[in-house]
């Protein structure tokens, strides 16, 4: 099989964790769907042909439910993991959006620039903590990883 089949083809944030996001986080939350569609890696990691994928998220609490639906073989898993040892970066990483969304109004180029960096630096701890929590279900890229920790952060809000 084809190494260009491990990709999410659909990904949806399920209905009950909707919420009605302010313009800033609706933007997010689509370019990170668009990312996830148009540039991840994503491969079910017990099975060899496998691939492309329609993937639903969805919080329930601190539990992250992964519904992936394999087009390849018509099958479907469901994957439960506690998210419960990234929730602090979680919080932090929303902490510091909110900073940096608040700093473009008014705050000099350099105080935001400073903000950009600890939210970048944060993203990525975030998302590495990710892969490590997916890799016995899921192998997934920095990139790939980076748009489900954005898309984790955005419906934890509600939690």
């Known amino acids: 099989m084809s190494k ?8 949806n944030v399920d209905v009950a964790n909707h919420i009605t996001w302010n313009p800033e986080l ?13 540039n ?5 990691a017990k099975l060899k042909d496998t691939g492309p994928y329609k993937l639903e ?3 329930v609490e601190w539990k992250l439910i992964l519904k992936v639906f394999d087009i390849y073989n018509s099958k479907s898993e469901e994957i439960k993991l506690s998210i419960s040892r990234i929730r602090r970066t979680l919080r932090d990483y929303q902490i510091v959006c909110d900073n940096y969304v608040e700093a473009i109004k008014t705050a000099p180029l350099k105080k935001i620039e400073a903000i950009d960096v ?3 630096t944060i993203h990525d701890e975030g998302a590495e ?7 016995e279900f899921i192998q997934v890229d920095m990139d790939t990883a980076r748009r489900l920790f954005t ?9």
């Open 4 to 11: 260009n089949l491990y990709y999410i083809s659909e990904a």
């Open 40 to 44: 991840g890696s994503f491969k079910l």
């Open 118 to 120: 600890g939210r970048r």
């Open 57 to 59: 998220i969805k919080l």
């Open 151 to 159: 898309l984790i952060s955005i419906i934890s809000l509600k939690i």
């Open 129 to 135: 903590s990710l892969i490590c929590l997916l890799e």
């Open 26 to 38: 609706e933007q997010e939350r689509k370019s990170a769907v668009f990312d996830l569609l148009n």
